[in-house]
């Protein structure tokens, strides 16, 4: 069965330290995959997505991710954290069948920051 | 339109009555969405329509919930007899509809329901 799976619940760095959110997938195919940011009272923001190619994807906000394929991971990473970065981040893989897609999501990581 | 747009962005109603929530997709896209979510629950999938017709409705969590789409855009979702258990965030989604895998959603803000 397809499912998205965020170890870590919790997660507080300090201003200015390194970033890596984790992410594993279970998928019978080729996975297609997002990372999504929510900060409070918002909706979902698409911080990236890989579809194929290139195994180190760059998104927005100087978030990139790299995929995995023998890990089945899918791990998230920013070299220096900003205070506005503190959000709830989810993985998600698309789950494309009956000719559409579904997203499978994680349970999500929220992220804080020290000052 | 420049996003997805949701509304109420906040409901509060008591145990027994209907809420309709609405949702407007970005201009153009044929693909809809419908999520919730709720603490304990994560993101749930609920119903897909692709144009006006809902081939997916497997997420929907009993037959209180129901939904429609009308002109191809603006969607419905319909909880009738609200419970406690309603409570959640309920989220739109949209994209272009297209084919295959690559087919990006984008999310509007939702739509807190609280049921007292």
């Known amino acids: 069965a397809q499912s998205v799976t965020q170890p870590d619940i919790h997660i507080t760095v300090s201003e200015g330290a390194s970033l890596e959110l984790r992410c594993n997938y279970s998928y019978g195919a080729t996975p297609y995959l997002f990372w999504y940011v929510q900060s409070p009272g918002q909706g979902l923001q698409l911080l990236l997505k890989?579809?194929?190619?290139?195994?180190l994807v760059q998104g927005i906000k100087g978030f990139e991710a790299e995929f995995k394929r023998s890990q089945s991971s899918f791990n998230l990473r920013k070299p220096s954290v900003h205070w506005s970065d503190a959000a709830e981040y989810f993985c998600a893989v698309d789950f494309f069948s009956g000719g559409y897609n579904k997203l499978i999501f994680g349970a999500g990581t929220r992220l804080a920051v020290h000052p | 339109g420049a996003g997805v747009s949701q509304s109420p962005s906040n409901k509060v109603t008591e145990k027994g009555k209907d809420v309709e929530l609405r949702c407007d997709p970005i201009s153009g896209h044929t693909a809809l969405y419908w999520y919730r979510q709720s603490l304990g629950q994560g993101l749930e999938f609920l119903i897909y329509?692709?144009?006006?017709?809902?081939?997916?409705k497997s997420g929907l969590p009993s037959d209180r919930f129901s939904a429609e789409r009308t002109g191809g855009s603006v969607s419905t979702l319909t909880i009738q007899r609200t419970q406690q258990e309603d409570s959640a965030v309920y989220l739109c989604?949209?994209?272009?509809?297209?084919?295959?895998?690559?087919?990006?959603?984008?999310f509007g803000p939702g739509t807190r329901l609280t049921v007292l």
């Open positions: 989604a949209s994209s272009r509809g297209t084919s295959g895998y690559t087919d990006t959603q984008y």
């Open positions: 890989y579809f194929s190619g290139d195994t």
């Open positions: 329509f692709q144009g006006n017709s809902a081939p997916d």
